[in-house]
């Protein structure tokens, strides 16, 4: 079974910048989260969605942030204009649309570099 | 509120020693799900274990043992015999009784096995 997908794995951007990550989830897995993990501390989530419907949102910086689930598959998530502060690693993690109470799946993540 | 705490922010040991990494969660919830996670530094989260709150046996996996003690909300992670594999940030993370629901995670601890 292949796992969760991101690219890019590193990204380097100037400030007011924009930047794009992409991750494609487990086959099957409905569930799909994006995290943010800033360098010593645990991940942050930023948004779920359940298929292409968004759970919960509340710690998404909606001024820059967006994301999307178009199609209950793949997922982007957009930063517009980046900021210092937002140099982080993006995880993206899936979850399977059964009722077990199984872990989260995690891919590699991008790291992201804001100059 | 959930919070999970993970007090050693860095430990450093020589191969072969035994460490332990502390947890403490705090959850109102009568049902709840604890998870340790391991980051390497390719950086992708694995899955260790998984406990729930109706289950304080404690689980030994070859080097890998977790005690689990819900009257001292702890949950705390043992590597006996440790290698220089093992040198990894490790989180504990705390999900509510409701399959898919995101995680809290700690802050981690980073472990440095020394040769």
């Known amino acids: 079974e292949a796992g969760v997908a991101q690219s890019p794995r590193y990204k380097i951007i100037e400030k007011r910048q924009s930047v794009a990550f992409w991750c494609n989830p487990i086959?099957?897995?409905?569930?799909l989260y994006w995290y943010q993990q800033i360098l010593g501390q645990g991940p942050k989530l930023l948004i779920q969605f359940q298929n292409n419907g968004v759970v919960d949102d509340s710690q998404l910086p909606k001024d820059r942030f967006s994301a999307e689930r178009l199609k209950g598959v793949d997922s982007t998530l957009k930063i517009q204009p980046a900021k210092l502060e937002d140099s982080a690693v993006y995880l993206c993690?899936?979850?399977?649309?059964?009722?077990?109470?199984?872990?989260?799946?995690f891919g590699p993540g991008t790291r992201l570099t804001v100059l | 509120a959930q919070k999970v705490t993970q007090a050693q922010t860095e430990i450093s040991v020589v191969e072969k020693e035994d460490v332990t990494l502390d947890c403490v969660y705090e959850?109102?919830?009568?049902?709840?799900?604890l998870f340790w996670y391991k980051q390497p530094p390719s950086g992708e989260l694995v899955f260790l274990i998984r406990r729930n709150s109706f289950d304080e046996q404690n689980e030994i996996s070859g080097r890998y043992s977790w005690n689990f003690q819900k009257s001292t909300s702890s949950f705390n992670f043992t590597i006996t015999a440790s290698q220089v594999v093992d040198s990894a940030v490790y989180f504990c993370?705390?999900?509510?009784?409701?399959?898919?629901?995101?995680?809290?995670f700690g802050p981690g601890t980073r472990l440095s096995v020394l040769p």
């Open positions: 959850t109102r919830d009568t049902t709840y799900y």
């Open positions: 993690a899936s979850y399977p649309d059964t009722n077990t109470y199984n872990e989260q799946f």
């Open positions: 086959s099957g897995h409905a569930t």
């Open positions: 993370a705390l999900r509510r009784d409701n399959y898919g629901q995101n995680f809290v």
